[in-house]
């Protein structure tokens, strides 16, 4: 499998990696990742599928909504919020060698006529606008603080009024220290609700989901956030 032959081995250089403070092999560019995750999204799929349906039942689409799934991979977040409403629509973006795999996917789940695609890399395609919903599954945490602080700027330009941010990452956002920032939903030590590892939770990542007018309130403190 993909974590067996590609995942085992860049760990059993973690001594290398941890003196020299550089990964073996960069995959956050398209030139260098892209093979990579092309593989690696199936296998990852199964391990986010049950947190990504508690994410849909906690936002509860009550109404059309577009949906804009950000470094799409498998499909999985957009995926399980189309199923939680027959009114959800989803825009995948990704690598061009990434995106046929979650063409196959939302095709498998019979969810083909309600995906739509971008290829292109984050940090330069055009996202469009006006979406209910985005989805940050397990990518902030590759891009670093400039790339990451740009890329949380352009998704909540492409939101609606009163749209949703949702961000899950094996890393949690602490936005404790900031007075002008809310956190509506976060878990991934204690919490409640959400898609962490709280008590409500389901799997190991953390996870914030954030209102568009939350957000509104937390542009001097965005700095914070990382």
Not at 29 to 44: N, S
Not at 160 to 178: E, F, M, P, Q, V
Request: net charge positive; aromatic share 8%.
């Amino acid at each position: 499998s993909h974590c067996s032959q590609h995942l085992i081995p860049k760990w059993l250089r973690l001594n290398d990696i941890v003196m020299n403070g550089k990964p073996v092999e960069a995959v956050n560019q398209e030139a260098t990742g892209a093979e990579f995750f092309q593989k690696f999204v199936t296998d990852l799929f199964p391990m986010n599928y049950a947190a990504a349906q508690v994410l849909a039942k906690h936002v509860a689409v009550n109404g059309p909504a577009q949906v804009l799934d950000l470094a799409a991979g498998s499909g999985v977040w957009g995926i399980a919020l189309a199923q939680s409403s027959p009114e959800v629509r989803v825009t995948a973006v990704d690598w061009p060698d990434v995106i046929p795999i979650t063409r196959k996917t939302a095709a498998r789940f019979g969810l083909a006529e309600r995906f739509s695609y971008i290829e292109g890399d984050l940090e330069t395609v055009d996202f469009g606008s006006n979406f209910t919903i985005a989805t940050l599954g397990h990518i902030l945490h590759s891009e670093g603080e400039n790339r990451g602080r740009a890329l949380l700027q352009k998704t909540f330009q492409a939101l609606r009024s009163g749209g949703t941010i949702a961000r899950a990452s094996a890393r949690r956002l602490d936005l404790s220290k900031s007075k002008k920032a809310t956190k509506v939903c976060g878990t991934g030590g204690g919490g409640t609700a959400g898609t962490g590892g709280g008590n409500g939770g389901a799997g190991a990542a953390a996870s914030t989901v954030f209102g568009s007018d939350s957000l509104k309130k937390t542009r001097t403190a965005r700095k914070r956030l990382w």
